[in-house]
């Protein structure tokens, strides 16, 4: 118990020893799922919480925030409760028990960045998965598994190995900034992947996105730029396009590029195919997506993969038979088209209506429905106001919601969030519509649009619903 306490940096309350009679079990879980011997990781707990571990005979609870006389009753109890100022390291010593316990013999993948980090880890996963691997991956439709600010990811782990036996690889999605409660978890990206002691990481690009957690683009550099070394010598797959990226000290870089790169570790795209060692890997036609930012995630994904040393043949199996997660420019609809797409931040913006803008038939209209961020402040929201501001054509109707109807409070868009959006598109002589509730919003640009133009829906939980409402409007 000291040497966990001394791990996590914490002090030790109550009991000086696991509580449960066999110790610990070896599982990081949350309290609601634990079991005799399991450790809890909460960022806060109150005594009510210490009354129910004790209860349920866990080893000890990790926390950051004891409430309520959490202390208290741990020591009335006798039980182990161990208070750190820093959560994130229970988390990662979680994360790396239980690669060591359970997925011992993994090869191990990390990937992080601003930008195309969900797309990348599950088409990772994908080619590995069609090629007979057993593997695992943290990334999900909803992106509830990947912040790896709680234990769920080694709770995935430990629970997928007992059912399912043993792991050949792990593809494991990392935040490249991450915060709680406001406040920066500082080399949040390096920590995690150290944990996970990867063969292969990615980074996919760095650009501005969680706003008051990081304040500049050097912010997000500093906290992406200690990753290479996490990585050490392993293989770091770095996105030759962008200027930040190619900053980082990586020991073993292998490259991506949209253009023909003259290096023997890249892979490229040349505007027709996917090249590797001077050989066509892939045509365009090949590809499950032709837009720009999406062929880079491609060629983040096959250079992960080559890395692997994975048979190309199964890589190319993999990328052809690859259907995207849920609000990845997924098609909703044909006539006519509607695309929605998880752009959040502005390089997410502005790389999706520039792609979309490629597809859409002369003479025709893009219907762009933008769900304001609520709740993230004024100065992310700004961002993404500028972003498309500086994305409008005189082809684009451009449409807001605030999702009143749908978000709950914390994604609630406050007045000065909306207000950004209005004054910055007012001041640009922008044309808009915006509507408190998604369904409205959804309903007049469905019923604006005609059978040949293309409805682009993008925002994160605001427009999250929209799938669901337009099944009922068409």
């Not at 914490?10 to 309290?31: A, C, M, P």
């Not at 601003?114 to 080619?127: C, E, Q």
């Not at 998880?342 to 429905?369: C, M, R, W, Y």
Request: aromatic content about 8%; glycine content about 6%; overall charge negative.
């Amino acid at each position: 118990m000291h040497d966990l306490a001394d791990k996590v940096e914490g002090k030790l309350v109550g009991n000086d020893d696991f509580f449960s009679i066999d110790g610990f079990t070896g599982k990081f879980t949350f309290l609601n799922h634990a079991h005799t011997g399991d450790i809890v990781v909460r960022h806060w707990i109150n005594g009510a919480g210490v009354e129910m571990a004790f209860n349920k005979n866990i080893a000890c609870l990790i926390t950051q925030t004891p409430k309520d006389g959490a202390e208290e009753v741990a020591e009335r109890l006798n039980f182990p409760l161990i208070v750190t100022d820093k959560i994130e390291l229970a988390n990662a010593y979680a994360l790396s028990h239980t690669i060591r316990k359970y997925s011992p013999n993994s090869t191990n993948v990390v990937i992080t960045g601003t930008n195309g980090k969900s797309t990348t880890s599950h088409l990772i996963y994908h080619i590995l998965d069609n090629a007979g691997y057993h593997v695992l991956t943290n990334t999900d439709s909803e992106s509830e598994f990947n912040t790896l600010i709680d234990p769920m990811v080694s709770k995935l782990i430990s629970d997928e190995v007992i059912e399912n036996g043993e792991l050949d690889y792990l593809v494991i999605e990392v935040s490249e900034v991450q915060g709680w409660l406001d406040k920066l978890m500082k080399n949040h990206a390096a920590l995690m992947s150290e944990a996970i002691k990867p063969k292969v990481g990615v980074i996919t690009n760095i650009a501005m996105d969680h706003i008051g957690l990081v304040n500049s683009i050097d912010d997000v550099f500093d906290e992406i730029k200690a990753v290479p070394k996490a990585i050490g010598e392993g293989t770091t797959v770095l996105n030759h396009d962008d200027e930040m990226v190619m900053k980082l000290d990586a020991q073993n870089p292998f490259y991506t590029s949209m253009q023909p790169l003259d290096e023997d570790n890249a892979v490229y795209f040349d505007g027709e195919s996917i090249i590797y060692n001077d050989d066509e890997v892939l045509s365009i036609d090949e590809l499950p997506f032709k837009g720009g930012h999406f062929i880079q995630n491609i060629l983040s994904a096959i250079g992960a993969c080559i890395s692997l040393d994975i048979d190309m043949d199964k890589i190319i199996d993999g990328v052809k038979t690859y259907k995207a997660l849920n609000r990845r420019f997924a098609k909703l609809n044909d006539e006519p088209l509607i695309y929605d797409d998880f752009a959040h931040n502005p390089d997410g913006i502005k790389a999706t209506i520039s792609e979309t803008l490629k597809l859409l038939p002369e003479n025709q209209k893009l219907h762009v429905a933008c769900a304001i961020r609520g709740s993230r402040g004024v100065e992310i929201n700004q961002l993404n106001v500028d972003a498309l501001v500086e994305s409008m054509s005189d082809r684009i109707e451009l449409y807001l919601s605030s999702s009143n109807d749908v978000v709950n409070e914390l994604n609630y868009v406050e007045e000065e969030e909306r207000e950004v959006f209005f004054n910055t598109l007012n001041r640009n002589n922008i044309d808009y519509t915006h509507f408190d509730n998604l369904k409205d919003c959804l309903n007049e640009v469905y019923n604006n649009a005609d059978n040949k133009d293309i409805i682009l829906l993008i925002g994160a939980q605001g427009m999250d619903p929209a799938e669901s409402i337009l099944k009922e409007i068409i």
